[in-house]
């Protein structure tokens, strides 16, 4: 089977070909959906999000570089998608804690110290939140992040490896 990698796709639609379409819904739809629910949207919502997401996607297509990695212009158009709802609804239908939804599979021990975690998450600002979700949740390789956000790899290392120590110590903190 040969591979069709997301910018070939993406490059695709801007000479008006959507064949491939579903490709990419298929392959991102759960990440960008999982995306919006760690950063507190409901599920009806994110949903709603999702859908918009893929609609912004299609609709600028003719306006992606093809030289540049798709996973990062992606995620912008979502953090732009997740900043529009924050704006739109302040004070309507953020998500608590209680309703958030962490997978069943896990013992009471394991979705406490989620809660704990996501808590601790929560206690970041937007922007090492950004950071720490896309490095090590989506797992976007250095090099993306680092083009994404204009700056070297190892600035990209070294805030990662910031964040996270901070991060263990509000979640150490909230633990005892």
Do not use: C
Not at 24 to 52: C, N, P, W
Not at 134 to 162: C, D, G, N
């Amino acid at each position: 089977m040969v591979r069709i990698i997301d910018e070939e796709i993406i490059g695709s639609f801007g000479n008006g070909d959507f064949s491939k379409a579903d490709l990419l819904y298929h392959k991102y739809k759960d990440e960008v959906f999982s995306f919006f629910r760690y950063r507190g949207v409901i599920t009806q919502d994110a949903e709603d999000m999702t859908i918009e997401v893929f609609e912004r996607v299609f609709s600028g297509a003719r306006g992606f570089d093809t030289s540049r990695p798709f996973r990062p212009w992606f995620y912008q158009i979502a953090r732009n998608a997740l900043t529009d709802y924050f704006r739109r609804n302040t004070k309507r239908r953020i998500v608590d804690i209680d309703d958030f939804d962490f997978t069943d599979e896990t013992n009471e021990y394991e979705q406490e110290e989620y809660q704990i975690l996501y808590k601790s998450l929560k206690k970041l600002s937007a922007e090492d939140q950004d950071l720490i979700l896309m490095a090590k949740f989506h797992q976007f390789p250095y090099s993306e992040i680092s083009q994404h956000l204009s700056v070297s790899e190892s600035v990209v290392k070294t805030r990662v490896h910031r964040i996270i120590k901070k991060l263990t110590s509000i979640y150490n903190e909230m633990m005892t």
